[in-house]
C-alpha cells in the first residue's frame, strides 16, 4: 500500500500541475494558442467518413470553426460562414474550411448540418480532444481559428460580433490575395 501511494502521489501532482499550468496559460476567453504560433496538429473524420490533417493542408488559408448543435451562438453564426466565407472561398483549392463538432456523435453532427444548412465540411471531435489543443477544455464555443498558408494562427475569434466577423472575412481575403 506504501508503495502504491508513493507512486500515485507524484503522477496526482504531476496532473494537478498540468492542469494549472493550462489555466493560467489561457486568456481572458479560454483560448491556450495565440495568434503568432503554430496551430496544433491533429487528424479529424468529417461526416462524409474521410479524414483530414491539418498539417497536410500547409499551403492554403484555413479556417477551424469549433462548433455543437447545443450552441446557440454557433446556430446563429453558421449562416453567415456558410454565405460570406464559404460560398465564396468554396472553389479556391489555396482555402479549406472544416467546423469542427464538439463531442458530439456522428449522426447528431450530420442532423445538426442539415438543419444549420451548412454546406461546409463538419468533422467529429470525440472528447473534445481537438478542441483542447486550442482552448481550456471547458471553455465555450463558437469559436473560429485562422491559419496562414505556413500554418501559423493569424486570427482567434470568440462568439459572434459582426465586426470581429466582418474583420475575419477580411483577413481571409487578404491572406488568398497574398
Known amino acids: 500500500m506504501f508503495l502504491i501511494k508513493r507512486l500515485l502521489l507524484p503522477l496526482l501532482l504531476l496532473w494537478a500541475t498540468a492542469a494549472v499550468a493550462q489555466e493560467a496559460e489561457a486568456d481572458s476567453v479560454g483560448y491556450i494558442v495565440r495568434v503568432g504560433q503554430m496551430a496544433p496538429d491533429f487528424t479529424v473524420t468529417l461526416t462524409d467518413g474521410s479524414s483530414v490533417t491539418l498539417s497536410q493542408l500547409r499551403g492554403r488559408v484555413v479556417m477551424l470553426q469549433f462548433t455543437a448543435s447545443w450552441c446557440g451562438v454557433c446556430r446563429k453564426e453558421m449562416p453567415f460562414i456558410e454565405r460570406d466565407i464559404w460560398q465564396k472561398h468554396k472553389n479556391n483549392k489555396e482555402f479549406a474550411l472544416i467546423g469542427i463538432d464538439r463531442d458530439e456523435p456522428l ?19 470525440p472528447g473534445a480532444d481537438v478542441f483542447a489543443r486550442y482552448a481550456l477544455r471547458k471553455a465555450g464555443i463558437t469559436r473560429n481559428v485562422l491559419i496562414d498558408r505556413e500554418g501559423r494562427i493569424v486570427m482567434l475569434t470568440r462568439l459572434y460580433n459582426p465586426e470581429e466577423f466582418a474583420a475575419l472575412t477580411r483577413e481571409i481575403d487578404r491572406l488568398l490575395a497574398e
Open 107 to 125: 449522426e447528431k453532427v450530420i442532423a445538426f448540418g442539415r438543419q444549420t444548412k451548412v454546406t461546409y465540411p463538419l468533422a467529429l471531435d
